[in-house]
């Protein structure tokens, strides 16, 4: 059954280090995200992304962080200058459509600032 | 802004007692809703879910109904076993982004 990848599954940063969290979405879906959820509390919403750029962003995505898709199969999320408060899971998910369907979500990377 | 609400955990059964874990929400026009779950250590997986209203979600013996009129989704199952411990999050879309409730552990013991 197809499944959406993430890799690291642990990353252990400095503080201050840029970060790089590694997804391969579900081959034919079109439209991903990402989401954290910061320990004990609820998943939320970072960004959405369609058509190599990206559709819409929370108030927690600022210039601090940005997406890519560099090639035909990897979504990336990118975290300059990690602070404590970075430290989450996060998840990246995909969907075949943008409107109202669900979205497969990937197993998380735990990231740790220390 | 859309939100969702969670009855508030962690709830504690025993082997086939009876579930109901309550989910409210508000949102403009009519979202699809969702239920997901986390086992320990795991992602987010798909529960169920109902695209419009009356419709009713069902899988690995959950169900839950779309009500409009509440504004409800509740997730029932009218057995649990211990493989169900987990998180269950329900959620909400209108096609860009989740809004996730804040979750409700669930421990089943034997």
């Known amino acids: 059954e197809p499944e959406v990848t993430q890799t690291p599954s642990h990353q252990v940063t400095q503080m201050g280090q840029e970060v790089i969290l590694r997804c391969v979405p579900i081959?034919?879906?079109?439209?991903f995200y990402w989401y954290r959820q910061i320990l004990g509390q609820k998943v939320e919403f970072l960004v959405s992304?369609?058509?190599?750029?990206?559709?819409?962003k929370s108030e927690i995505f600022d210039d601090q962080f940005s997406v890519e898709r560099p090639d035909g199969s990897n979504f990336t999320l990118k975290i300059r200058s990690t602070k404590l408060e970075d430290s989450a899971m996060y998840f990246c998910?995909?969907?075949?459509?943008?409107?109202?369907?669900?979205?497969?979500f990937g197993q998380g990377t735990r990231l740790t600032v220390v | 802004g859309d939100s969702v609400t969670q009855m508030e955990g962690p709830v504690t059964l025993s082997e086939e007692a009876c579930l109901t874990i309550?989910?409210?929400?508000?949102?403009?026009?009519?979202?699809?809703l969702f239920w997901y779950v986390q086992y320990p250590g795991e992602g987010l997986q798909l529960l169920l879910k109902?695209?419009?209203?009356?419709d009713k979600g069902s899988n690995k013996g959950f169900e839950a109904t779309y009500r409009k009129e509440t504004t409800s989704f509740h997730l029932e199952k009218g057995s649990v076993q211990v493989s169900d411990s987990a998180v269950y999050f329900c959620?909400?879309?209108?096609?860009?982004?989740?809004?996730f409730g804040p979750g409700t552990r669930l421990s089943v013991l034997p």
């Open positions: 081959s034919n879906h079109l439209y």
């Open positions: 992304f369609y058509n190599n750029e990206i559709s819409e």
């Open positions: 998910a995909s969907s075949e459509v943008g409107g109202r369907t669900e979205a497969f």
């Open positions: 109902a695209t419009k209203a009356d």
């Open positions: 959620a909400l879309t209108h096609g860009q982004n989740f809004v």
């Open positions: 309550n989910c409210t929400y508000t949102a403009t026009g009519y979202p699809s």
